[in-house]
């Protein structure tokens, strides 16, 4: 009893630096995409028991489908780019395209058939990585935008810069976002 | 066979060539004209189409708010900051050349500016107005 008490730090180290080092390998893999980013928060959000990483709520993989809805592109890009749809889960877009009359402050509303269209093309290509049961309406609610996007990772003042103005203006900075690249090769904060 | 896959071949051709030519289902003076019919005989004016692209209706914006107090300038989404090319006919040949991307329009910035739709004829003034504007 006593021996095994004596042991029992040990027995925690030897668990907490194996939990460390499988953390890390599945952040490598499932990281690869973003060369390399060690965010805050992963492992704290891990460590709560959610399904998956960000608590269950992650964009998907690859966030763009290589085959594109040309409707989907020109509808909405008019008035901001076209959100790839990977960013969100699919219920999300399901409420977003239900809700186009009122868009954000915006009447966005589409044809009946346009609405189909589009609806199916973001629903099938919605975050495949996505297990949390939550929708949130606006991609920058979600754990894995808050995550990337934390005080550790952006100074507040990049919010303020007016060429910023918005943490919807994804295209601000990811100067491939209009193409559904967000890749860390190809970020450019301005100044 | 191979007559048969070059005539197909052709007519692709042609048909991708009507399909990617900017090719303009009607004139602006076309659109004008619908909204007229609809309109039931009231006139249009310029001038009164002016005051209504400049004003705000009780909320937020104004037509303005968007796409300047000048239509031949190019504008900005007032939330979203996101470029809009310029309004006005003289400006941009593309504008007011197809009528369910008019009325789409319409629909929406009405909705967004006045939380109505707009009378035909707010349309036909404020299409009267766009008209007049210089490059």
Redesign the interface.
């Known amino acids: 009893m006593f021996k095994t008490h004596k042991k029992f730090p040990q027995i925690v180290a030897v668990a907490v630096l194996a939990m460390g080092v499988a953390m890390s390998a599945a952040q490598a893999e499932d990281d690869d995409d973003d060369e390399g980013y060690r965010g805050a928060g992963h492992s704290e959000q891990r460590g709560e028991g959610n399904s998956g990483k960000y608590g269950g709520e992650d964009r998907g993989k690859p966030v763009q489908p290589a085959q594109i809805n040309a409707i989907w592109k020109q509808e909405c890009s008019?008035?901001?780019?076209a959100y790839s749809p990977g960013l969100l889960p699919a219920e999300s877009w399901r409420k977003v395209m239900a809700g186009l009359?009122k868009h954000?402050?915006?009447?966005?509303?589409?044809?009946d058939q346009e609405n189909k269209e589009i609806t199916s093309f973001l629903v099938k290509n919605a975050s495949n990585r996505w297990s949390a049961p939550t929708a949130p309406l606006q991609i920058t609610e979600s754990a894995w935008f808050k995550s990337k996007h934390d005080s550790h990772e952006i100074a507040p003042s990049v919010w303020k810069n007016p060429k910023v103005?918005?943490p919807?203006?994804c295209q601000a900075c990811h100067i491939g976002a209009e193409n559904g690249d967000f890749s860390e090769r190809n970020i450019k904060i301005p100044r | 066979m191979f007559r048969i896959s070059s005539a197909i071949g052709l007519v692709s051709v042609a048909a991708m060539g009507l399909v990617t030519q900017p090719v303009f289902a009607q004139t602006p003076n076309e659109i004008l004209s619908a909204i007229q019919k609809e309109a039931a005989g009231q006139s249009f004016s310029a001038a009164r189409g002016e005051s209504f692209y400049k004003a705000k209706h009780g909320k937020e914006w104004s037509c303005a708010s968007c796409h300047t107090d000048n239509p031949a300038a190019p504008g900005k989404h007032a939330k979203s900051d996101k470029d809009i090319k310029p309004l006005a006919p003289s400006a941009n040949a593309e504008r007011f050349t197809d009528m369910a991307k008019v009325e789409k329009w319409f629909k929406r910035n009405c909705n967004d500016v006045l939380g109505r739709v707009c009378t035909p004829q707010e349309k036909g003034d404020v299409l009267s107005y766009l008209l007049t504007v210089k490059k």
């Open positions: 008019n008035c901001h780019i009359d954000f402050g915006s009447d966005a509303s589409l044809t103005k918005s919807a203006n």
